[in-house]
């Protein structure tokens, strides 16, 4: 059981450049999340969804798109790079249940650095 | 507005000692409430959660934490720190948005 997995583990981009990052989860969770997480400044949610085909904006969604095409995977994309976006990405999923879908399981994380 | 504030940047204990991480919250109606722990290099962890009933939970690797409405504080506690414990932990609350809501975190160093 993978759990929630997140490709890749480090990326370094160019100002500018586009890139994507894949969460997958094998827990059959309906809900799913991305975080960034900057120091002092704890986890700030980016976008999440609700299940298959459903996105919504989180606290801070500017210069990022999702997309939640098949249940269990969940794509973060950056179009257009800036160097305020390097951060440490995590990618975190919840089952539906009231209650019990507060509760987050959190991937390894990904380490972007936009220079 | 919704959140969640943990006073301590920083703590240090020394290997042995007792512990307690603060933890308050703002939040109208009752919170789904959460502590997790980020050891460095990972991803967060769930160490325990309160939803209802008894306001002392018990959690993984001998923690626990106190729900007190009263003061609006999940603080979270163990009697004697080892040094694997010396990582990064965040508290959290549940909202009716479903989302969560995450602390700034503290930082636990132990001291051999």
């Known amino acids: 059981n993978a759990g929630v997995t997140q490709t890749p583990k480090f990326r370094v981009l160019k100002t500018g450049q586009s890139m994507t990052l894949l969460c997958a989860q094998d827990?059959?969770?309906?809900?799913m999340y991305w975080y960034r997480q900057d120091p002092g400044m704890g986890l700030r949610l980016i976008h999440y969804?609700?299940?298959?085909?459903?996105?919504a904006k989180g606290e801070v969604p500017d210069g990022y798109n999702v997309s939640r095409l098949k249940k269990q995977n969940f794509l973060l994309g950056l179009e257009s790079a800036a160097p305020s976006q390097t951060s440490v990405y995590f990618c975190?999923?919840?089952?539906?249940?009231?209650?019990?879908?507060?509760?987050?399981?959190f991937g390894p994380g990904t380490r972007l650095t936009v220079t | 507005a919704q959140s969640v504030t943990q006073p301590d940047i920083h703590i240090t204990v020394s290997e042995g000692a007792s512990l307690e991480l603060r933890c308050n919250y703002s939040?109208?109606?009752?919170?789904?409430l959460f502590w997790y722990v980020q050891s460095p290099g990972q991803g967060l962890q769930l160490l325990l959660k309160?939803?209802?009933?008894?306001?002392l939970v018990q959690g993984i690797k001998g923690f626990e934490a106190e729900f007190k409405r009263s003061q609006s504080s999940f603080n979270l506690r163990k009697p004697s720190v080892h040094w694997s414990d010396a990582a990064e932990y965040f508290c959290?609350?549940?909202?009716?948005?479903?989302?969560?809501?995450f602390g700034p975190g503290t930082s636990l160093s132990v001291i051999p």
């Open positions: 975190a999923s919840s089952p539906q249940v009231a209650g019990v879908r507060y509760e987050q399981y």
């Open positions: 827990m059959n969770h309906e809900y």
């Open positions: 969804s609700v299940g298959e085909g459903t996105t």
């Open positions: 939040y109208g109606a009752t919170p789904y």
């Open positions: 309160y939803f209802s009933g008894d306001t």
């Open positions: 959290a609350v549940g909202t009716s948005y479903d989302k969560v809501i």
